[in-house]
């Protein structure tokens, strides 16, 4: 019998990444996938660095990772899944039987199983291993001659495409972007391939700003740029924002530019409570939605991907050895430096 073991690292707490050996056990539902690339995500980041995301706090070892890519080792008995074949990972498991399962909005489940969180407990834990033994239906197959470095977009790709999905059409709009990380520069790709008529990104980091120049935005400023008085001039000038900082001041600013009727999607996570202009959004009929992780758009993602329908290369600013982690995650929380970091196993 083949055995599945190797060492990773488990996170412990703040800024404690433990090299463990692990044994993957073999379940029949289950298949194995030898993982050899996973990027890092702001999440992972929180994680190392505060040992905790918002109110997810680590209290058990963990693997952290939930953007991974590899190929099928083993595949359950009647899967459609064969050894071999390359594999982007969905790091959401919904339950498939509550409320919001059944009406499609699977990723407000109230059983959510999401890779690398320590919401539940016992923690559900990451793929940022050698191995992971996953349900079948989190595997995605891709062409095998897709680009890996591409197809590990996939998830923060489906993050983006859920938050354009809960705008209305982009077609002939003009769509603002605050916040030009990853994932406000995915969205200035899907925005493009949406049809916007223009897209604008905000960002006080100037390696943030060149990165949205390479990812689709037609012009990028910082915040405290006077030019952006043209914007804020009644009756305002965007027609859709995204808010992918959740910085309070730059959750203002957008909707100060927004157009009267526009539409406001908060994708961005912030701390605690968040002053909001309210007689403008009342003022301006503003719709003010939020947007959260993905549902269906995970395959979506992986099809873009695969078929070259957006780039998303220039946002990955290094690809770093596993074991390298703790290294690979500081390099990742510099936003000077660095955008998406991929990691190798
Ligand atoms: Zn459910």
């Known amino acids: 019998m083949t055995q599945y ?17 692990f044994h993957i056990e073999e379940k029949p539902d289950h298949a194995i996938i030898r993982v050899y ?4 995500c702001g999440s992972d980041v929180h994680y190392y660095f505060h040992g905790g995301n918002g109110n997810a706090v680590v209290r058990e070892p963990m693997l952290l990772g939930h953007e991974v890519i590899g190929r099928v080792e083993k595949s359950p008995a009647g899967s459609l899944l064969h050894v071999g074949m390359k594999v982007a990972i969905n790091p959401s498991l919904p ?6 399962c059944l009406a499609g909005v699977e990723n407000h489940c ?53 938050a354009v999905n809960q705008a209305p059409s982009l077609i002939g709009k003009r769509v603002l972007i605050s916040g030009a990380g ?7 790709l899907v925005a493009q391939a949406a049809g916007a008529s223009s897209v604008t990104a905000f960002d006080i980091n100037a390696n943030s700003r060149a990165l949205a120049l ?23 000038y965007f027609d859709i924002a995204f808010d992918a900082s959740g910085a309070q001041p730059a959750v203002e600013l957008a909707i100060a530019t927004l157009r009267p009727r526009g539409t406001f999607v908060q ?19 503003i719709t003010f939605k939020g947007s959260f992780r993905f549902a269906n758009e995970f395959r979506v993602a992986v099809k873009w991907l695969e ?33 998406k970091i991929q990691l190798t196993f």
């Open 267 to 285: 994708v961005g996570n912030s701390k605690g409570l968040m002053p909001l202009p309210v007689m403008t959004i009342l003022n301006k009929e």
């Open 95 to 100: 339950c498939g039987q509550c409320e919001f």
């Open 37 to 40: 690339r996973g990027g890092i």
């Open 214 to 236: 390479k990812s689709g935005a037609n012009d990028v400023y910082d915040p405290a740029s006077e030019a952006l008085d043209l914007f804020r001039t009644a009756p305002g």
């Open 307 to 339: 078929s070259g329908k957006i780039n998303p290369l220039p946002l990955l600013s290094s690809v770093m050895d596993s074991i390298n982690m703790g290294e690979a995650i500081e390099l990742a929380a510099d936003k000077d430096k660095a955008a």
């Open 182 to 188: 990853p994932i406000g520069c995915l969205i200035a």
């Open 110 to 162: 109230k059983e959510m199983k999401f890779m690398g969180s320590a919401m539940r407990l016992p923690h559900v834990q990451g793929g940022f291993a050698q191995y992971i033994s996953v349900e079948p239906e989190r595997c995605i197959a891709y062409d095998d001659n897709a680009s890996d470095e591409m197809m590990c977009f996939a998830e923060p790709l489906a993050v983006a495409l859920h």
């Open 5 to 21: 073991n190797g060492s990773a690292y488990y996170l412990t707490g703040a800024k404690k990444l433990s090299l463990e050996s």
